[in-house]
T-cell receptor, first 111, second 115 residues
Framework: KQEVTQIPAALSVPEGENLVLNCSFT??????LQWFRQDPGKGLTSLLL?????REQTSGRLNASLDKSSGRSTLYIAASQPGDSATYLC??????????FGSGTQLTVLP | EAGVAQSPRYKIIEKRQSVAFWCNPI?????LYWYQQILGQGPKLLIQ????????DSQLPKDRFSAERLKGVDSTLKIQPAKLEDSAVYLC?????????????FGPGTRLTVL
């Protein structure tokens, strides 16, 4: 059974800092890994999707890497802004095309 | 493009009562998912539909939960009778097709409180 762990559970940083969120998973037989953002009272928004054959994906200030053999992914956020404050969820897509989510990292960027 | 719609947004009921949630996916999306998200946890898949057929309902507590997707479009998730531990946000998501490259698009969710 796939298990996804995210560290840290919560993170508070001053505006402008670069930061890294971590995700680990137990079963390396995955199709892709996705990072989502969740704002309070709202649904999830997809940020980046990395196929199992890829090593990284970039979108604006976000960069996600994938090391399938070690079961790890990182989400790098450059020059953080208060608007980046949200919960970030990592999800792994397995053989049944289903997503297994981590518990998330709650990020607060202080002005 | 309209997103995934869900209603109601909030629901408060007493234990042993029944409740139903509705989801309207993005037009043309064949795959529909229902997730349960308990406070402080990531979403957990309850049931997955491809058109109007069930792909996976292995994590759906079938003694009290039921779901249907008539005509392969809208879907309804029902809980009968509700328990205290059912308090959670119920998220609906849809994707164009059942593929590893498809992103799932999520609705705003229904927050259920069982007293």
């Amino acid at each position: 059974k796939q298990e996804v762990t995210q560290i840290p559970a919560a993170l508070s940083v001053p505006e402008g800092e670069n930061l890294v969120l971590n995700c680990s998973f137990t079963d390396s037989a995955i199709y892709n890994l996705q990072w989502f953002r969740q704002d309070p009272g709202k649904g999830l928004t997809s940020l980046l999707l990395i196929q199992s054959s890829q090593r990284e994906q970039t979108s604006g200030r976000l960069n996600a890497s994938l090391d399938k053999s070690s079961g790890r992914s990182t989400l790098y956020i450059a020059a953080s802004q208060p608007g980046d404050s949200a919960t970030y969820l990592c999800a792994v897509c397995g053989s049944a095309r289903q997503l297994t989510f981590g518990s998330g990292t709650q990020l607060t960027v202080l002005p | 493009e309209a997103g995934v719609a869900q209603s109601p947004r909030y629901k408060i009921i007493e234990k042993r009562q029944s409740v139903a949630f509705w989801c309207n996916p993005i037009s043309g999306h064949a795959t529909l998912y229902w997730y349960q998200q308990i406070l402080g946890q990531g979403p957990k898949l309850l049931i997955q539909f491809q058109n109007n057929g069930v792909v996976d309902d292995s994590q759906l507590p079938k003694d009290r939960f039921s779901a249907e997707r008539l005509k392969g479009v809208d879907s309804t998730l029902k809980i009968q009778p509700a328990k205290l531990e059912d308090s959670a946000v119920y998220l609906c998501a849809s994707s164009f097709f059942l593929s590893s490259t498809d992103t799932q698009y999520f609705g705003p969710g229904t927050r259920l409180t069982v007293l």
